[in-house]
């Protein structure tokens, strides 16, 4: 089967493109598959500085394939064994914690609908920036569904309240108002505007340093309660200290210049 994604690598960022643009880019079992490998192929390397996710054809991503549904309506579980509709819903959330948990910066840029299992991918991501006529939502159970798999992410992202709100009522949001949420960064007007934030963002995250990026993304990550995290944060401060990084950033600040890791990158076109 063709390939569901569009990867271009421009230096140390990849542009990825959800391309199924006749289903508005819905999420198949296929391109869920292909998005958890393709985190798998990113996740080590470590010239891989920030990944930029959109879609084709005007839209983001309409959340579930729904003829991935119906067939998963006509399966039915073995004696003893899993439900395969679950095993498939599970299969998802699997794929939206490796994007999570990626070292890499995740920027997700939204035109169009973004409705679904696509905010469960606005959730995972460092920072999302929108065009201001996109429509971003929950609709799951107005179609007689639970937001199964994108629900936790997306009260990680801006918190269980605000989750339930838009959850139990099924909610469409515009932008704006997803901006005010926290569920997006910036709401730009037009595609122009919007490759304008964007190359701004590029720019912004490979002025910092590759090592500081991925620190930062582990500790934020980190669990095990406070003082588990903080112990975990020290080390990470120490390491910075001692590889060099830190003399490198103060030397170039004093000097007036950029750092030896400073990248300037455009951000690329998408179709």
Known sequence: MAATLDTRRAGSVLHVILNQPHTRNALSAQMVEELRELAAQCAPDASLRCIVLRGAGGNFCAGG???DFQ???QSKPEDGGADPIAAA???FGSMLQAWQALPQVVVSVVEGAAMGGGIGLVAVSDVCLAE??????MPEAGLGLPPAQIAPFVALRIGAARTRRLALTAARLTAAQACALGLVDEVHEGANALSIA???TLDAVLRCAPGAL???KAILASGGGLDAALDFAAGEFARALR?????EGVRAFAEKRPAAWVEQQASLPTG
């Open 65 to 67: 394939n729904f003829s």
């Open 89 to 91: 819903n599970r299969a």
């Open 243 to 247: 590889n060099g990084d830190a003399a």
């Open 198 to 200: 964007l190359g701004k």
């Open 214 to 216: 991925r620190s930062t």
């Open 132 to 137: 201001s006529g996109a429509q971003l939502g």
């Open 71 to 73: 067939r998963l309506m």
